[in-house]
């Protein structure tokens, strides 16, 4: 009995998933493009200016329809952008932090050889003077005799 790949799989694997992974690299360039535009104060103060075409009519509605507006108009489009800044400036911070770390061990690994590579001429040097003081210690013993 054949247990090879069933016919789906193959018509999947052939035709399916090479357009899902179109769909995906279009998705990721459309979602990074939002979020660079969303993610700038500039997006911010026009979320800012769009929330408080409204501010009258939810000063009018009173003191409930005015906290509505405060928490779920001004605050959440305006800080939407906020935030998404924040995060940027973040993560700027965490990746030269991180390139630092990647070269600090990158040079800590370049003197680990160097190290590596003197210990090994000491270790060369070492093993030649013993020998030579191993061959003058046996000579002067046949001189003594």
């Known amino acids: 009995m054949d247990h090879g790949l069933s016919p789906y799989l193959e018509f999947r694997k052939k035709f399916l998933q090479p357009l899902e992974r179109r769909k995906n690299r279009f998705?990721?360039?459309?979602?990074v493009a939002i979020t660079?535009?969303?993610g700038?104060?500039?997006?911010a103060?026009?979320?800012?200016?769009?929330?408080?075409i409204s501010f009258p009519?939810?000063?009018r509605g009173g003191t409930a329809t005015l906290i509505a507006w405060i928490a779920q108009t001004f605050l959440q489009l305006v800080l939407l952008s906020v935030i998404m800044v924040g995060q940027r400036v973040a993560t700027e911070a965490s990746d030269k932090q991180a390139l630092q770390?990647?070269?600090d061990a990158e040079a800590l690994l370049t003197l680990q050889d160097e190290i590596h590579?003197?210990?090994?001429?000491?270790?060369?040097?070492?093993t030649e003077i013993h020998a030579i003081v191993s061959r003058q210690a046996a000579g002067?013993?046949?001189g003594a005799r």
């Open 140 to 142: 002067g013993e046949r």
């Open 40 to 43: 700038t104060m500039w997006c």
């Open 45 to 52: 103060y026009a979320f800012a200016g769009l929330a408080l």
């Open 27 to 31: 998705n990721d360039r459309l979602a």
């Open 36 to 38: 660079n535009i969303v």
């Open 101 to 103: 770390t990647y070269k």
């Open 117 to 126: 590579r003197l210990i090994t001429i000491n270790n060369d040097l070492t």
């Open 57 to 59: 009519a939810a000063v």
